[in-house]
């Protein structure tokens, strides 16, 4: 156990719907980020979170968006889902980023 | 603009073989790089650091900033290295410190 959190493991949903990915961070870890996997794009940067506040974007839709709770755990909406949204979707954590990121074991999006 | 090349997207060795994974970065900084191990599509396990200039299962890294590489190496590969391998350079930035990733390499440790 990593001791970063990801929930659900798996989701099949249809085009158009509405999904809402958990991500809880490692204990005493202020920073979530969340990636996009998918097999033609590799990992791709979404969006930072730092004790609650957005601290970087990277390319996530806008039918995407996220949050971090006062509690420090994440979540990720993804909306009027497309086929191409399928993919892993991971969170991590960190205290400082340079000194690396702890990953959870994602959730694997399929949009049929 | 932070940027990192794994101009390999395979590679196959035998095992016992030496085994190289090439990684190149663009950044103006003072980069931190990583390297990531990521075993039939689990979660990624850091692997190194070069900040901490660590060898973890045989395998070792070291940064050339002139030649802006962080190559991963191993002297004797073994079947349980079979994985995908990222590098990943964080430089700090408007108050972050975001990884970016490389494509990865898959290597594949042939018996």
């Known amino acids: 156990d990593s001791g970063v959190t990801q929930t659900p493991k798996h989701l099949i949903t249809a085009t158009g719907q509405r999904v809402t990915l958990r991500c809880s961070p490692r204990?005493?870890?202020?920073?979530v980020y969340w990636y996009q996997q998918s097999l033609d794009q590799g990992l791709q940067f979404l969006i930072q979170?730092?004790?609650?506040?957005?601290?970087a974007k990277g390319n996530i839709l806008e039918r995407f968006s996220a949050q971090q709770f006062p509690d420090l755990h994440s979540e990720l909406n993804l909306s009027s889902l497309e086929l191409g949204d399928s993919a892993l979707y991971f969170c991590?954590?960190?205290?400082?980023?340079?000194?690396?990121?702890?990953f959870g074991s994602g959730t694997r999006l399929t949009v049929v | 603009a932070q940027r990192v090349t794994q101009p390999e997207k395979l590679l196959s060795v035998f095992k016992g073989a030496p085994v190289e994974l090439k990684c190149n970065y663009s950044y103006s900084g003072s980069p931190e790089l990583f390297w990531y191990v990521q075993y039939s599509r689990q979660r990624l396990q850091l692997l190194l650091r070069?900040?901490s200039r660590e060898s973890i299962k045989g395998f070792t890294a070291d940064l050339n900033k002139g030649e802006t590489s962080f190559h991963l190496k191993k002297p004797f590969a073994q079947e349980e290295d079979s994985a995908m391998y990222y590098c990943?350079?964080?430089?700090?930035?408007?108050?972050?410190?975001?990884?970016?990733f490389g494509k990865g390499t898959k290597l594949t440790v042939n018996p």
């Open positions: 979170y730092y004790n609650g506040e957005e601290r």
């Open positions: 204990s005493g870890d202020l920073s």
């Open positions: 990943a350079l964080s430089g700090y930035k408007g108050g972050s410190e975001k990884l970016v």
């Open positions: 991590a954590s960190s205290l400082q980023g340079f000194y690396g990121y702890t």
């Open positions: 070069h900040i």
